[in-house]
T-cell receptor, first 110, second 111 residues
Framework: DQQVKQNSPSLSVQEGRISILNCDYT??????FLWYKKYPAEGPTFLIS?????DKNEDGRFTVFLNKSAKHLSLHIVPSQPGDSAVYFCAASDDYKLSFGAGTTVTVRA | GAGVSQSPRYKVAKRGQDVALRCDPI?????LFWYQQALGQGPEFLTYFQNEAQLDKSGLPSDRFFAERPEGSVSTLKIQRTQQEDSAVYLC?????????FGPGTRLTVT
């Protein structure tokens, strides 16, 4: 059973506009949430994270929002750039183990 | 500095063959993880080491899968009698505290 779900397999956005990626989870024991970015033939690289005691974390163009009551988090990328084209994975942590969503492929159009 | 490295990057095995996948973590990283990523899916946890101790192997799909990290550094994931459903990318990750650093993965194709 998937504890972390990314319901949008793909997202296409114009350069300069905002990209919004969504993620839902079911396990209320998750205490830390992360977003990873993956290019083809490379491993996932850490992008941004948020603790369950916060509702927002911002790092440059990337902002993660957490809504614990809805068990939902989102990643905002603004402005989107061509180099942002990649697969984005949402992950949630319960102690040392990460549970991942299936990923959302983002394509930034020039 | 060097990141997590894995070898081989690609492996083709005939069904029934044994394979061994190697992971060199970042020097000094205590924690090491193996994940399996099937096509179109996110990575799924296989096993976790703290130094040489395998603290969690609950994600290993069957007893054909075996992982070791004898000296607390390099780790090997061994799959015996490979089956087609073992075809996936096997990712190794190491960490010091909270942030996990992934290697590039080994893509295993079982024919």
């Amino acid at each position: 059973d998937q504890q972390v779900k990314q319901n949008s397999p793909s997202l296409s956005v114009q350069e300069g506009r905002i990209s919004i990626l969504n993620c839902d989870y079911t396990n209320s024991m998750f205490d830390y949430f992360l977003w990873y970015k993956k290019y083809p033939a490379e491993g996932p690289t850490f992008l941004i994270s948020i603790s369950s005691i916060k509702d927002k974390n911002e790092d440059g163009r990337f902002t993660v929002f957490l809504n614990k009551s809805a068990k939902h988090l989102s990643l905002h990328i603004v402005p989107s750039q061509p180099g942002d084209s990649a697969v984005y994975f949402c992950a949630a942590s319960d102690d040392y183990k990460l549970s991942f969503g299936a990923g959302t492929t983002v394509t930034v159009r020039a | 500095g060097a990141g997590v490295s894995q070898s081989p990057r690609y492996k083709v095995a005939k069904r029934g063959q044994d394979v061994a996948l190697r992971c060199d973590p970042i020097s000094g990283h205590v924690s090491l993880f193996w994940y399996q990523q099937a096509l179109g899916q996110g990575p799924e946890f296989l096993t976790y080491f703290q130094n040489e101790a395998q603290l969690d192997k609950s994600g290993l799909p069957s007893d054909r899968f075996f992982a070791e990290r004898p000296e607390g550094s390099v780790s090997t994931l061994k799959i015996q009698r490979t089956q087609q459903e073992d075809s996936a990318v096997y990712l190794c990750a190491s960490s010091l505290e909270t942030s996990m650093n992934f290697g590039p993965g080994t893509r295993l194709t079982v024919t």
